[in-house]
Each structure stands twice: as structure tokens, then as C-alpha cells.
T-cell receptor, first 113, second 112 residues
Framework: NAGVTQTPKFQVLKTGQSMTLQCAQD?????MYWYRQDPGMGLRLIYY???????DKGEVPNGYNVSRLNKREFSLRLESAAPSQTSVYFC????????????FGEGSRLTVL | GQSLEQPSEVTAVEGAIVQINCTYQ??????LSWYQQHDGGAPTFLSY????GLEETGRFSSFLSRSDSYGYLLLQELQMKDSASYFC?????????????FGTGTRLQVTL
């Protein structure tokens, strides 16, 4: 019973490099979310997807792109990483209308040098 | 936009009761959630209030007053394992799906 799986768990990048964070859920959930967490800042929403084929910007979308590849997978791409993107990234999913609980992955710790 | 305020830190003794407050400002409010996060771990869901009043789940209770834009999480019979960060989050709807906006979290330290 995997739930929400994120890869990689740790990554170190140099400024300007690109990378994609992968997220997959096996709960047949409709909605998926990407958050970043920084010390003292709580969880801030980057992008979210109500269902396959739709995505919306959250609070802090600049510097990121997302793809809802299918119902299971929601990836987050950094095209040109910056030190300000050093953070812990969490993917989450929610069943859909009428369901309130978010299920989180274990996080991806990204350092940009 | 949305904003939430909660205390940054709270300390309490094992076996005691602690209340963590949350005030919010948002449009299109659906409800208030609470999440727990241990150091190095993922947030996990604790409770949700859509209507005014108290919701009880074991040792944890959550309260909401929509007219005051205020809620709290009450933890009773504190245990050492309750040491964690607690986040309130408002559920609202813009765009194509409802989404959660989180507060900055309250770090609870339970001492002997």
C-alpha cells in the first residue's frame, strides 16, 4: 500500500541545471498538489491539478512547470534551478469532491548550489 | 488572498492539555483542517471542521467559529510523541479544484 511516492528523495543541483520531481499515487485520487516547505514558512502551494488534463497555479508558481501525465502521476519541473528553490518539496493527493484529506508523500529534499 | 496566523511555538508538560489557535482570512471558505508533522516526516491529517462547533477524535479536538474566522486544536493527555509541528489550513476554491492554504505551523514541545 504505497500511497503517494516521490522520487528522488534527495537531490543536489547546480544553479541553472534542470530537473524533474516525480510523484505517483496509487489511490485512484483525482486531485494532486505540489507544495514546498521552507523553515518558518509552512507549506506553500506551487501548482495543483483537479484532474487529468488540468493544472492551476498556486501561491508560488514562478520558476516551475508541472505535467499531469495521467491520473496517477503529477511531475514538477525546474527548468533553470536557482538557490532560492532550495527546499523540501511535497506531493499530495486528494480523492476529489467531498473528500477533504490530503495524503502526502515523504518529500524530496532539493539543494541548489 | 488567504492568510493564517498561529503561534510559532508552544511548550507543555506531559499529561497536560494544550490549545493551538488559528485565525484566518480567506474568500470562498469551505473549512479548516489540521495537520501534524513530525521532524523529517510528511504532514498527516488530523481533523476538519466545516461547520461551527467542536469535533472530537480521541485525545484531539478541533473547534471552528466561522463568524470569528477562528479555530483551535485541543490536545489532551499530552504524550511525548505529540511533540511535532501542527498546521492549520483553510480549504477554499479558486480555479478548477478546492485547495488548501497552510499556516506557518506551531511547534509543540512536550516536556516531562
Amino acid at each position: 500500500n504505497a500511497g503517494v511516492t516521490q522520487t528522488p528523495k534527495f537531490q543536489v543541483l547546480k544553479t541553472g541545471q534542470s530537473m524533474t520531481l516525480q510523484c505517483a499515487q496509487d489511490m485512484n485520487h483525482n486531485s494532486m498538489y505540489w507544495y514546498r516547505q521552507d523553515p518558518g514558512m509552512g507549506l506553500r502551494l506551487i501548482y495543483y491539478s483537479a484532474s487529468e488534463g488540468t493544472t492551476d497555479k498556486g501561491e508560488v508558481p514562478n520558476g516551475y512547470n508541472v505535467s499531469r501525465l495521467n491520473k496517477r502521476e503529477f511531475s514538477l519541473r525546474l527548468e533553470s534551478a536557482a538557490p532560492s528553490q532550495t527546499s523540501v518539496y511535497f506531493c499530495a493527493s486528494r480523492a476529489g469532491t467531498g473528500h477533504v484529506e490530503l495524503f502526502f508523500g515523504e518529500g524530496s529534499r532539493l539543494t541548489v548550489l | 488572498g488567504q492568510s493564517l496566523e498561529q503561534p510559532s511555538e508552544v511548550t507543555a508538560v506531559e499529561g497536560a492539555i494544550v490549545q493551538i489557535n488559528c485565525t484566518y482570512q480567506t474568500s470562498g471558505f469551505y473549512g479548516l483542517s489540521w495537520y501534524q508533522q513530525h521532524d523529517g516526516g510528511a504532514p498527516t491529517f488530523l481533523s476538519y471542521n466545516a461547520l461551527d462547533g467542536l469535533e472530537e477524535t480521541g485525545r484531539f479536538s478541533s473547534f471552528l467559529s466561522r463568524s470569528d474566522s477562528y479555530g483551535y486544536l485541543l490536545l489532551q493527555e499530552l504524550q511525548m510523541k505529540d511533540s511535532a509541528s501542527y498546521f492549520c489550513a483553510v480549504r477554499d476554491r479558486t480555479g478548477t479544484a478546492s485547495k488548501l492554504t497552510f499556516g506557518t505551523g506551531t511547534r509543540l514541545q512536550v516536556t516531562l
